[in-house]
């Protein structure tokens, strides 16, 4: 049998094929499903397009399937059904990324899992339980330290005027975005977030200008402050963190944890390995 695992940003999914040992049969990856800006028909669509996919869909027993913004039956409902067109023979499970950056990083001890990528989030798990103290707000209301969250801050100082004028030069020149454009990208077209977080290889090029620094230090404090510190033993517990802004400004984050007293556990930029790792060891027994 094929156990198949997946774990969804919004920007991009990583799945890993599996037998029941372990042993890595294929690995792939497709765009994010989020169910709050994707449809179960869009799921199947991209899956049954996917050669890596097809050439095992028939012989998939079991589908573990952890995705940002499948935090309720509902939307959870969403991605199943999606999933079940395509590998028709499997049980399919699906849960929240957050379940799954829990999963990812456990190494037997409570812990702490955050996750800072495209959006941001955090969790308790104690081996047994996962415990969400603040819910996540999402891009728009929430997402503090995320690529999202960074986005918007370098967009609002760009048409605000207040980037220094090299920066301000480069941006015209990479992007030559307008207003109209950028309102169009987040106010009616699809995957707002994900737009709002592709500028961060942008902000990680000019990651030594002071307004940046300002930027990176603000946006990791936020979320400590209000993600992390909001669990009572933050700082006797190690704290994981999860996602590309995460690892690729870990320096920051490593700095703001240190201000806070918080001691960084594991720093992982793709959970995957250790997702599947944990199923075999704890989930699949």
Not at 173 to 183: A, H, W
Not at 219 to 224: E, I, K, R, V
Not at 232 to 240: A, F, K, L, M, R
Request: aromatic fraction near 12%; charged fraction near 20%.
């Amino acid at each position: 049998m094929i156990i198949l695992i997946a774990d969804s940003g919004s920007t991009k999914s990583d799945w890993l094929a599996i037998d029941e040992t372990g042993k890595q049969l294929a690995k792939f990856s497709t765009i994010g499903f989020n169910p709050y800006f994707h449809s179960s028909n869009l799921v199947e669509q991209v899956l049954s397009s996917q050669i890596e996919t097809m050439k095992i869909a028939k012989d998939v027993g079991k589908v573990f399937f952890y995705g940002a913004g499948s935090s309720s039956k509902e939307m959870c409902s969403i991605i199943a059904v999606g999933l079940s067109r395509v590998f028709s023979h499997a049980e399919i499970h699906v849960d929240h990324d957050l379940n799954g950056a829990a999963y990812s990083t456990w190494s037997g001890e409570p812990a702490i899992t955050c996750i800072l990528g495209t959006g941001s989030n955090s969790c308790f798990f104690d081996g047994i339980k996962i415990y969400e103290e603040v819910p996540s707000l999402a891009y728009i209301l929430g997402d503090e330290g995320s690529g999202s969250w960074f986005g918007k801050r370098l967009l609002r100082s760009f048409f605000y005027n207040k980037l220094p004028q090299h920066i301000h030069d480069d941006f015209v020149s990479e992007y030559g975005l307008s207003v109209t454009d950028v309102n169009k990208r987040v106010y009616t077209e699809p995957n707002p977030n994900v737009f709002l977080a592709s500028f961060m290889k942008f902000i990680a090029k000019h990651r030594d200008a002071e307004i940046v620094k300002t930027w990176l230090q603000e946006g990791f404090d936020t979320f400590l402050d209000s993600h992390v510190a909001c669990f009572e033993n933050h700082q006797q517990v190690p704290v994981h963190f999860i996602g590309s802004v995460a690892y690729h400004f870990s320096d920051h984050l490593q700095l703001a944890c240190e201000k806070r007293g918080i001691q960084m556990g594991n720093l992982i930029k793709k959970p995957i390995e250790g997702l599947a790792k944990y199923h075999v060891e704890c989930i699949l027994q």
